[in-house]
């Protein structure tokens, strides 16, 4: 059971490329996020979806774009990358929006923008 | 603004020892607390939780205490052991917004032998 799988692990890109971040589970969960973490700084919500078909803005979305292609996948879209956005880059699922619904976090990607 | 604050970077305790980890918070519609463990190179698991109308949450070695006078929650980790040293990041949701948390800037514990 792998629960969050999160690809690639590692990034470099060039500013100005494009790229998407990968993310599946595997625990029938309804809702998914994506986070972003900076040196000094707590997890930021960038995007999340309360379940297939819907997607929501969290706390700095800009510069970002989701899909969740279906339940089990959400993934992340930069579509010009900017050095700012140099981060590891966190997601998460949990069964549903709502108290007592811990989120269960992938591994992260670390994500270079020169 | 953080509204969610971890004040002390780092933590060194020593083995069969407490380890006690503070979180302050700004937002008094925060109503939903959360630990996190987080190891390197791995992303944050969930440790314990508690909510507004309770002041004390117990699950094994882990005791979060809230509280809400002082906006002030903190986690007790007895005994503490090696296996501990990890980031520990304090999160909170607010009353209307569901699962969305707003994290603290972690503290990292460490325990000695």
């Known amino acids: 059971n792998a629960g969050v799988t999160q690809t690639p692990k590692f990034q470099v890109l060039k500013t100005g490329q494009s790229m998407t971040l990968q993310c599946a589970q595997d625990?029938?969960?309804?809702?998914m996020y994506w986070y972003r973490q900076d040196p000094g700084m707590g997890l930021r919500l960038i995007y999340y979806?309360?379940?297939?078909?819907?997607?929501d803005k969290g706390e700095v979305p800009n510069g970002y774009n989701v899909s969740r292609l279906n339940k089990r996948e959400f993934s992340l879209r930069l579509e010009s990358a900017a050095p700012s956005q140099t981060s590891v880059y966190f997601c998460?699922?949990?069964?549903?929006?709502?108290?007592?619904?811990?989120?269960?976090f992938g591994d992260g990607t670390r994500l270079s923008i020169l | 603004d953080q509204q969610v604050k971890q004040n002390s970077p780092s933590l060194s305790v020593q083995e069969g020892r407490i380890s006690i980890l503070n979180c302050d918070y700004t937002?008094?519609?925060?109503?939903?607390f959360l630990w996190y463990k987080k190891y390197p190179a791995e992303g944050p698991t969930f440790l314990i939780s508690?909510?507004?109308?309770?002041d004390k949450n117990e699950d094994g070695r882990f005791t979060v205490f809230l509280n809400k006078s002082a906006k002030h929650l903190s986690l007790h980790i007895v005994p503490s052991q090696p296996g501990d040293s990890a980031v520990y990041f304090c999160?909170?949701?607010?009353?209307?917004?569901?699962?969305?948390?707003?994290f603290g800037t972690g503290t990292r514990l460490q325990v000695t032998l």
């Open positions: 998460a699922s949990s069964e549903a929006l709502g108290r007592g619904q811990p989120q269960h």
């Open positions: 625990m029938n969960h309804n809702s």
């Open positions: 979806s309360a379940s297939e078909g819907t997607t």
């Open positions: 937002n008094s519609m925060f109503d939903y």
């Open positions: 508690i909510s507004s109308i309770k």
């Open positions: 999160a909170a949701s607010a009353i209307g917004t569901a699962s969305k948390l707003t």
